[in-house]
């Protein structure tokens, strides 16, 4: 019994550092709805929110490259650590103290690029500090504690909105940025080190890496490997291409949504407390899905999952453009709360199980990092170009029009994602 106290003590010393993730995920969770209160509480513009997601969003595809090398090149996991948990205060910090708009999405570009450090260490950290056996276990309460710490900095501003100013609310989000260092400091290199390679060999690491930060590059994909893949008439190889396309389809719509969400609340008169309250039902939603996906995707299969999930995120989109346009008063709020729900809840998190259990699949054992390496170069892709146009689209039309055109190109990829089974069937 005593060896066996001492065997568990090691175990839990050994898995401390993943606790760092509750709080860091306080004060991380809210920042992109801050960004965007914060830069309307500027005077700025939809459009000039949209510039803010854009920078994020560009800045996060060469910094998931750089970072990426640097820790095959370096080897260690504790600076990495260090420098992306302690990014969110520096960014929280700096934003309670300025009051132009460049600056605030200077540093959203800033906060991108440092943030990009975290997740390949800590899918490394997982599969190098526990053994195989429990790698599952690992990745699933590593998911958990950021999930919850992600939903309790939404609740945490959302009520502190209610009766204190937007910059005192960062400046209470940073003690948490100070605690998650405090508990990363438990890290212990692990002696044996594992390449970044090491994570798609596993698709249990794999799905933890995306879902952290769903741009990924093992190998960056080469013109001439584009190319091949997408004038290919290989069976295989031409459902890779019609996923590919489909996810543009996806994650361009879900950009253009995801950048005039929060604007659009506010120009119809909600007040912070309730703006975050919403992305809070919605998040608290996702992340306890995501525990049950995964079976959904097994009985009920990849494409009556895909089409369920895409038809209610589609659906959804529309239906909120209608209420914009057409729906006012307490009406407005129970729709916007039931059907945000819906779609980047309950939707989103099926989504996300079956598409990329359906690209695991896809990708096989032949360069698979090329093949992810270009996946992220879509997905990343489409959310610069939908956070771009998204700003335009709601300053100069309206927020209606432009979440109706967000649930028609998730319909659409809805459409091209069901075609892959007939490339299956009559493909090459």
Same mark, same amino acid.
Request: glycine share 10%.
């Given at each position: 019994?005593?060896?066996s106290?001492?065997?568990?003590?090691?175990? =839990?010393?050994?898995?401390?550092?993943?606790?760092?993730m509750?709080?860091?995920?306080?004060?991380?969770?809210?920042? %992109?709805?801050?960004?965007?209160?914060?830069?309307?509480?500027?005077?700025?513009?939809?459009?000039?929110?949209?510039?803010?997601?854009?920078?994020?969003?560009?800045?996060?595809?060469?910094?998931?490259m750089?970072?990426?090398?640097?820790?095959?090149?370096?080897?260690?996991?504790?600076?990495?650590?260090?420098?992306?948990i302690?990014?969110?205060?520096?960014?929280?910090?700096?934003? %309670?103290?300025? =009051?132009?708009?460049?600056l605030?999405?200077?540093?959203?570009?800033?906060?991108?690029?440092?943030?990009?450090?975290?997740?390949?260490p800590? %899918?490394?950290?997982v599969m190098?500090?526990i053994?195989?056996?429990?790698?599952?276990?690992? /990745?699933?309460?590593?998911?958990?504690?950021?999930?919850?710490?992600?939903?309790?900095?939404?609740?945490l501003?959302?009520?502190?909105t209610?009766?204190?100013?937007?910059?005192?609310?960062?400046?209470?989000?940073?003690?948490?940025?100070?605690?998650?260092?405090?508990?990363?400091?438990?890290i212990?290199?692990?002696?044996?080190?594992?390449?970044?390679?090491?994570?798609?060999?596993?698709?249990?690491?794999?799905?933890?890496?995306?879902?952290?930060?769903?741009?990924?590059?093992?190998?960056?994909?080469?013109?001439?490997?584009?190319?091949?893949?997408?004038?290919?008439?290989?069976?295989?190889?031409?459902q890779?291409?019609?996923?590919?396309?489909?996810?543009?389809?996806?994650?361009?719509?879900?950009?253009?949504?995801?950048?005039?969400?929060?604007?659009?609340?506010?120009?119809?008169?909600?007040?912070?407390?309730?703006?975050?309250?919403?992305?809070?039902?919605?998040?608290?939603?996702q992340?306890?899905?995501?525990?049950?996906?995964?079976?959904?995707?097994?009985?009920?299969g990849?494409?009556?999952?895909?089409?369920?999930?895409?038809?209610?995120?589609?659906?959804?989109?529309?239906?909120?453009?209608v209420?914009?346009?057409?729906?006012?008063?307490?009406?407005?709020?129970?729709? =916007?709360?039931?059907l945000?729900?819906?779609?980047?809840g309950?939707?989103?998190?099926?989504?996300?199980?079956?598409?990329?259990?359906?690209? /695991?699949?896809?990708?096989?054992?032949?360069?698979?990092?090329?093949?992810?390496?270009?996946?992220?170069?879509?997905?990343?892709?489409?959310?610069?170009?939908?956070?771009?146009?998204?700003?335009?689209?709601?300053?100069?039309?309206?927020?209606?029009?432009?979440?109706?055109?967000?649930g028609?190109?998730?319909?659409? %990829?809805?459409?091209?994602?069901?075609?892959?089974?007939?490339?299956? =069937?009559?493909?090459?």
């Open positions: 019994m005593g060896i106290s001492k065997l568990d003590g090691i175990k =839990n010393r050994k898995s401390l550092w993943m606790y760092s509750l709080p860091y995920q306080i004060a991380y969770g809210p920042i %992109s709805t801050i960004i965007a209160l914060f830069i309307l509480d500027l005077h700025g513009t939809v459009i000039d929110v949209s510039y803010a997601m854009a920078v994020f969003y560009g800045v996060s595809i060469p910094a998931s750089l970072w990426g090398m640097a820790v095959d090149r370096y080897g260690t996991r504790k600076p990495f650590v260090y420098i992306s302690a990014s969110a205060g520096v960014v929280l910090l700096a934003l %309670s103290f300025i =009051n132009s708009i460049s605030a999405i200077l540093l959203f570009g800033v906060l991108s690029l440092f943030t990009a450090a975290l997740a390949t800590l %899918s490394l950290l190098e500090t053994e195989k056996r429990f790698w599952a276990s690992g /990745f699933s309460k590593l998911q958990m504690l950021s999930s919850v710490g992600g939903s309790i900095g939404l609740l501003a959302s009520v502190l209610g009766f204190l100013p937007l910059r005192i609310v960062m400046l209470l989000l940073i003690p948490f940025v100070i605690i998650g260092i405090l508990i990363a400091m438990s212990t290199e692990p002696q044996k080190q594992l390449e970044r390679r090491s994570i798609i060999k596993s698709g249990t690491a794999l799905r933890f890496r995306l879902l952290m930060h769903n741009l990924i590059f093992i190998r960056v994909p080469s013109f001439k490997f584009i190319k091949s893949i997408f004038e290919s008439r290989h069976r295989k190889l031409a890779l291409t019609v996923i590919y396309i489909g996810m543009f389809a996806f994650y361009l719509g879900s950009a253009i949504f995801n950048t005039d969400y929060v604007p659009g609340l506010r120009d119809i008169g909600y007040t912070d407390l309730i703006v975050f309250g919403i992305i809070f039902a919605g998040y608290a939603v992340s306890y899905v995501f525990n049950y996906a995964g079976r959904f995707t097994e009985s009920k990849e494409k009556s999952a895909l089409r369920s999930s895409l038809s209610m995120r589609a659906i959804g989109y529309i239906f909120i453009g209420v914009f346009a057409a729906v006012g008063g307490f009406g407005s709020l129970v729709l =916007n709360v039931i945000y729900v819906l779609t980047a309950l939707a989103y998190s099926i989504f996300y199980t079956a598409s990329n259990t359906l690209l /695991f699949e896809t990708i096989g054992s032949e360069k698979p990092g090329r093949k992810l390496g270009l996946y992220s170069s879509v997905v990343g892709i489409s959310y610069l170009i939908g956070s771009l146009v998204a700003g335009y689209m709601a300053y100069y039309i309206s927020y209606g029009f432009a979440f109706v055109v967000s028609l190109l998730i319909l659409l %990829s809805l459409f091209i994602f069901l075609s892959i089974y007939r490339v299956g =069937n009559d493909g090459v």
